[in-house]
């Protein structure tokens, strides 16, 4: 039982972490201003939904061999080998897990972001 709800929250960490960009997200206190991002480009548009289809993949891997962990520290491994295989498919795209992030914030604030990152995926 202790195994299945610790799969259970390392799955939904994994899949916080892959939203968020390979655990590069930095904690911020409610008193801390707001951080301007630089727009999207063309090519960071390109980048993140290449970046973003290898983390969904990763992702998804890891989270059929977290199922199928047997003890806690066997689904920390695999937690861990997926946090590394994030962070590297980002990087592959030529992205930053920060500017990969970043992006993910934008796009939740800004339609025009929103916008071109659908339009990219669909293409």
């Not at 992205?95 to 995926?121: G, H, N, S, V």
């Amino acid at each position: 039982m202790a195994l299945q709800k610790f799969r259970a929250r390392t799955v939904s960490a994994m899949l916080a972490l892959a939203a968020m960009g390979g655990g590069t997200a930095l904690a911020q206190g409610t008193e801390a201003a707001p951080v301007a991002i630089a727009p999207m480009t063309d090519a960071e548009a390109t980048q993140f939904v290449a970046a973003n289809k290898k983390v969904t993949e990763v992702a998804n891997k890891m989270t059929l061999e977290l199922q199928a962990a047997t003890s806690e520290d066997e689904a920390a491994a695999v937690q861990a080998k997926a946090e590394q295989q994030i962070t590297a498919a980002i990087q592959t795209e030529g992205i930053t897990p920060k500017r990969y992030t970043e992006i993910i914030q934008l796009a939740e604030t800004d339609e025009a972001t929103l916008a071109k990152l659908r339009a990219e995926f669909g293409s």
